[in-house]
């Protein structure tokens, strides 16, 4: 029982990471259809900027909010500079780019910043709180809460907001939208703003768990995207599940089958969600006309 | 006697007005990008330390050195290319280089058919066994960390362990090293668990060998983030069994990513150079180690590490190498290099001889035990 529940903790903990990065795919997709594979980049520069900000003497809080707007930045210049020069490219192109400025990100960091591994304080101290005979860090429920508090925050900017209404009618039918008054090129550098800022907020919440340096951006997305898929692409609620599924399966399996096969059992549990749910636990239908 | 003096007084002149136009020419290609960032960088800074320092204090034998230095990312075939480039092009007389064991391997093959001295960086054993005539290297192997933290156990009465490793090639290597020598140290490997280089939680692993009965301590063979996670759950779960870590995380920056709290006890095979400070005054390679940890923290501002000091011992025997070669003829600095005899590094005295050109015993490698956020020697 004791190590059930550690695995539990352990899974919840993971697939918290997982759903930070998956929520950050959301918005751009939504807004133009673009998987960004660009936004492991933003959490990396996220944890990055954070601790080097933190070392130079600022209060951590000052130094979170700094990372966030500069990586906000980033990605209204990566909209301004990459995606609109492209406008009207298929999206396979788009996202393309977004790979290429994944690595221009990566690269530059490592000459920006340096080669050697980070990490930040943990938020509310390292002594482990036991719960139920099993032992849970304080900053993994920083990390389970910021998940969720970025998804309610989403789900109601998606289903309450108007502009976020907007973003919806942008990647549904670009002209359409245009011509009801909404200011696409507007809602597209938004949309990478937000998905930027909410990238470095993942980066700054999971940097005193994983620790960072300027190559974590890669793996960071190939399992926030599988998360992403697994919940279904653009749906808030699915990151979030998808996310902490994929960390339980992990957890589960290093715990009762091996630690050499966990994330083959993952991606094969996931493979077999989408061969019978091709849009995913949450995903949309979705019908395109020929 | 005079012969030799004569000898040499000759290649010195020689030397001197040849020195305006050829300088000694010293070829390296290393990962200081990619993958293998963490050990080509420091490493890559080192010789460019080294050899202004050297070309200051006016050269080898007055010739200046000049560093032909590539970036192969870690990319085998890119380190091929370079080491191609640097053989037909800049016509270097000796190589440096290769910071993994794949990049090595490619230069490797490159040094051996041309004949030029080669010293890699890397720490598989396959570099130098079987013994090929111009490749030698400065790293301890995998094996011999093995070795080290065995005879650890061995006596504190340990034998029965718990294996958790990283899947990344260092830790995929020294685990197969690791279970290959256990038998001969009397050690059982109770459980073996692994985890994905960038894995962010180590608990379930780490419940489960804990919950293996009879399981006496714990190693980790892995480098990176892996094994500061590793020892923070170790913390978190409170296992108070014996923590082994590989020589892959023996730097400062692993005590302060681990959190010191939880590095409290961490037993592991390291090198002079972390213990720097605290070296008994007598000690062999105090002066080395000081020396090189001063320079180099000073100058690029962070801390030394062990990799980097394998740099630096490179430069030293090829330094050294060159000098009592007295020509800058490949093959001669090869049999000087094969000569050497008690030369002192960072990591260890070396002594390279026609059957054995890694030159370190066991007595190079230092256990260090963390205490109070420091380094411990407990040999």
Redesign the interface.
């Known amino acids: 029982m004791d ?1 059930f529940m ?2 539990i ?2 899974g919840l ?2 697939g918290a ?1 997982y759903a930070l990065v998956a929520l950050g795919f959301t918005i751009i997709y939504n807004a133009s259809d673009v998987v960004n594979f660009a936004q492991g980049e933003f959490v990396m520069l996220g944890g990055m900027i954070t601790v080097f900000a933190f070392d130079a003497g600022l209060p951590l809080p000052l130094a979170a909010v700094i990372a966030i707007a500069i990586t906000a930045g980033i990605g209204v210049a990566l909209n301004k500079l990459a995606i609109e020069p492209a406008r009207g490219a298929p999206v396979v192109s788009l996202i393309i780019i977004t790979i290429g400025a994944s690595i221009l990100i990566r ?1 530059a960091s ?1 000459i920006v910043f ?6 930040l304080p943990a938020f509310s101290g ?1 002594d ?1 709180i036991h719960v139920f005979g099993a ?1 849970l ?1 304080p900053q993994s429920l920083w990390v389970i809460g910021g998940a969720f508090a970025i998804f309610i925050a989403l789900w109601l900017f998606f289903t309450r907001t108007l502009l976020g209404k907007a973003v919806l009618a942008t990647a549904n039918n670009r002209l359409a939208a245009q011509l009801v008054g909404i200011n696409t090129g507007f809602v597209m550098t938004l949309s990478f703003a937000l998905s930027a800022a909410i990238g470095a907020l993942a980066g700054v919440l ?1 940097t005193p ?3 960072v ?1 300027y ?2 951006g890669v ?2 997305a190939l399992k926030g995207f599988a998360a992403a898929m697994l919940g279904g692409m653009g749906n808030p609620k699915g990151a979030l599940v998808g996310g902490l599924l994929l960390g339980l399966f992990e ?2 399996t ?2 009762y089958i ?3 096969y966990k ?1 083959a059992v993952a991606f094969i549990v996931i493979l077999a969600v989408l061969f019978v749910m091709p849009q995913g636990l949450f995903g949309a239908k979705k019908t395109e006309r020929v | 006697m005079k012969v030799t003096f004569t000898a040499i007084a000759t290649l010195m002149v020689l030397g001197v007005t040849s020195a305006a136009h050829a300088d000694i020419k010293l070829g390296a290609s290393l990962s200081a ?1 990619g ?1 293998a ?2 050990l080509g ?1 420091p490493e890559a800074k080192t010789l460019e330390m080294l050899v202004d320092e050297v070309n200051a204090a006016g050269g080898i034998d007055g010739e200046k050195i000049e560093l032909v230095l590539y970036d192969d990312g870690g990319d085998p075939n890119k380190a091929r290319t370079f080491a191609t480039r640097l053989v037909e092009d800049d016509e270097v007389v000796a190589i440096i280089g290769g910071s993994t064991t794949g990049t090595t391997m490619s230069i490797l093959a490159v040094a051996e058919s041309e004949g030029i001295p080669f010293i890699s960086l890397a720490g598989a054993i396959q570099i130098i066994d079987p013994v090929r005539d111009f490749v030698f290297k400065t790293p301890h192997t995998d094996r011999m960390a093995c070795e080290k933290i065995f005879t650890d156990m061995q006596k504190n009465g340990i034998t029965r362990i718990g294996l958790i490793s990283g899947t990344d090639g260092f830790g995929a290597s020294m685990e197969a090293q690791c279970k290959d020598v256990a038998g001969s140290h009397e050690i059982e490997i109770l459980a073996q ?9 180590m ?3 780490l ?2 060998i804990k ?1 293996t009965d009879g399981v006496q301590a714990i190693l980790n063979p892995g480098f ?2 892996g094994p ?2 590793v020892t ?1 759950n170790y ?4 296992i108070d069994l014996p923590l082994y870590q590989s020589h892959g995380v023996a730097s400062d ?1 692993f005590i ?2 681990a ?1 010191a ?2 590095a409290e006890g961490v037993r592991l095979p390291g090198t002079a150079l972390l213990i720097a400070d605290t070296l008994a005054d007598g000690d062999p390679q105090k002066e080395v180690v000081t020396a090189y940890k001063t320079a180099y923290e000073a100058k690029y501002g ?1 801390d030394v590490s062990t990799f980097g000091g394998y740099a630096h011992d490179a430069f030293r025997l090829m330094a050294d190498a060159i000098a009592r070669a007295g020509s800058d003829n490949p093959s001669d600095i090869r049999d000087a290099l094969e000569a050497t005899d008690g030369l002192v590094g960072t990591t260890g005295t070396y002594t390279f001889r026609a059957d054995d050109h890694l030159g370190l015993d066991l007595s190079a490698f230092r256990m260090l035990e963390i205490r109070d956020g420091g380094w411990v020697s407990i040999d």
């Open positions: 190590a550690q695995f903790y352990s903990t993971v990471v690269g490592q340096d080669k050697q591994l980070h990490r390292d482990p032992t860090l999971v768990i994983t620790l340096s190559d974590v793996g960071l957890a589960l290093a715990g091996s630690s050499q994330e | 990008s993958g960032a963490f960088d668990e692994t985890y994905a280089p960038q894995d962010a939680d608990t379930p692993q419940t489960k919950s990176g983030q500061a996670i923070r913390a978190q779960l409170g920056g302060e990513l959190g709290d939880a962070e």
